[in-house]
């Protein structure tokens, strides 16, 4: 990876910032997003210690906000050549239904939107690399795809809503690639496997029953002890190899799992009457005309 540039998105934690370390270690300059300059910092200052690698940049974006993903494209296109690499790592669960101030539902806006408008701006310097890699990280058990409840307008939960919005976002994956026929950038998806990271301690919900939380609390302690960052180490190793190994150059268009191995995409994923759907308003709600041309 020496002399790769690569964008980790959510990089200042948990998966992202052992995907970013793993990386850097392998010799790529890193370049890792967050919202917070302090938590920013240390994690630069971790990954250049962890990995002997002096050149670890961190660009400040709250992915939730539109503007914020049109400065942090510009200020790419500004600092750097070129993207060997896009990791569309970071995601959010959110227990209850938030709206960000662009007024759309903040988990779709944060695992569908940014990845599909910061892919989009930054294409232009991933085809300035010799052959770039995009990967985007999703969930477990995504395959539910309600098109008249995207935002979960018409009802929610905040399982529910995470795992819509990764197969909508793997919708866009599949799509992306369909759209990238014979190019020298690659689009896949892999799923990580479980860690304990901030948001799997944020799936405690505040507003249930004592019992509900009980059994909650049980099952954290139960299956996201905190580790001290070894489970998120495990679950970058996909990332880290999709972005790097030699054997997945040219490869597009595919599901892999946390060993690596391929996975068999859901109908609701590549049916091409739902990746149109998720296309088309993605496009409408980021204001944004794709350059690719449908197939
Ligand atoms: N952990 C798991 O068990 C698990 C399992 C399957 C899939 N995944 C997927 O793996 C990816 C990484 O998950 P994780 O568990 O490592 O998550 P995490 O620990 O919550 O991720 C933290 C990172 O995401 C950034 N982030 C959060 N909200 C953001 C926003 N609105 N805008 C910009 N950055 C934001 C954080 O930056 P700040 O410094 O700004 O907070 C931080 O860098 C996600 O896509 C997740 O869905 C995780």
């Known amino acids: 990876?020496?002399?790769?540039?690569?964008?980790?998105?959510?990089?200042?934690?948990?998966?992202?910032?052992?995907?970013?370390?793993?990386?850097?270690?392998?010799?790529?300059?890193?370049?890792?997003?967050?919202?917070?300059?302090?938590?920013?910092?240390?994690?630069?200052?971790?990954?250049?210690?962890?990995?002997?690698?002096?050149?670890?940049?961190?660009?400040?974006?709250?992915?939730?906000?539109?503007?914020?993903v049109r400065a942090l494209a510009e200020q790419v296109q500004q600092r750097y050549p070129r993207l060997d690499g896009l990791i569309n790592n970071a995601g959010v669960f959110k227990m209850q239904r938030q709206l960000t101030s662009d007024g759309i539902e903040a988990t779709f806006a944060v695992n569908v939107l940014a990845p599909f408008l910061l892919t989009h701006l930054l294409l232009p310097m991933l085809q300035a690399a010799p052959s770039a890699r995009v990967i985007n990280v999703t969930g477990g058990s995504p395959g539910k795809l309600e098109l008249d409840n995207l935002q979960g307008e018409r009802k929610y939960t905040g399982f529910g809503q995470y795992s819509q919005s990764k197969t909508a976002m793997m919708a866009l994956a599949y799509e992306f690639a369909q759209r990238l026929p014979g190019s020298t950038v690659?689009?896949?998806?892999?799923?990580?496997?479980?860690?304990?990271?901030?948001?799997?301690?944020?799936?405690?919900?505040?507003?249930?029953?004592?019992?509900?939380?009980?059994?909650?609390?049980?099952?954290?302690?139960?299956?996201?002890?905190?580790?001290?960052?070894?489970?998120?180490?495990?679950?970058?190793?996909?990332?880290?190899?999709?972005?790097?190994?030699?054997?997945?150059?040219?490869?597009?268009?595919?599901?892999?799992?946390?060993?690596?191995?391929?996975?068999?995409?859901?109908?609701?994923?590549?049916?091409?009457?739902?990746r149109k759907a998720v296309w088309a308003l993605s496009e409408q709600l980021t204001q944004l005309v794709s350059p690719l041309p449908s197939i």
Request: glycine share 12%; charged share 20%.
């Open 186 to 274: 690659s689009v896949n998806v892999c799923y990580p496997g479980r860690a304990t990271t901030p948001m799997t301690r944020g799936f405690l919900p505040n507003s249930s029953s004592p019992l509900l939380r009980g059994v909650f609390s049980l099952l954290q302690n139960t299956f996201f002890r905190d580790d001290g960052g070894k489970s998120a180490a495990k679950a970058a190793r996909s990332s880290i190899y999709l972005a790097s190994a030699p054997e997945v150059s040219g490869v597009t268009g595919v599901y892999f799992g946390t060993k690596s191995e391929r996975l068999d995409w859901k109908p609701s994923m590549i049916d091409s009457v739902n």
């Open 1 to 68: 990876m020496k002399d790769k540039i690569v964008l980790v998105t959510g990089g200042t934690g948990g998966i992202g910032q052992q995907t970013a370390l793993g990386l850097a270690r392998l010799g790529a300059h890193v370049i890792i997003t967050g919202r917070d300059a302090a938590r920013g910092a240390a994690a630069v200052e971790a990954i250049r210690q962890g990995s002997g690698q002096a050149r670890v940049d961190l660009l400040l974006a709250d992915l939730a906000e539109q503007q914020d």
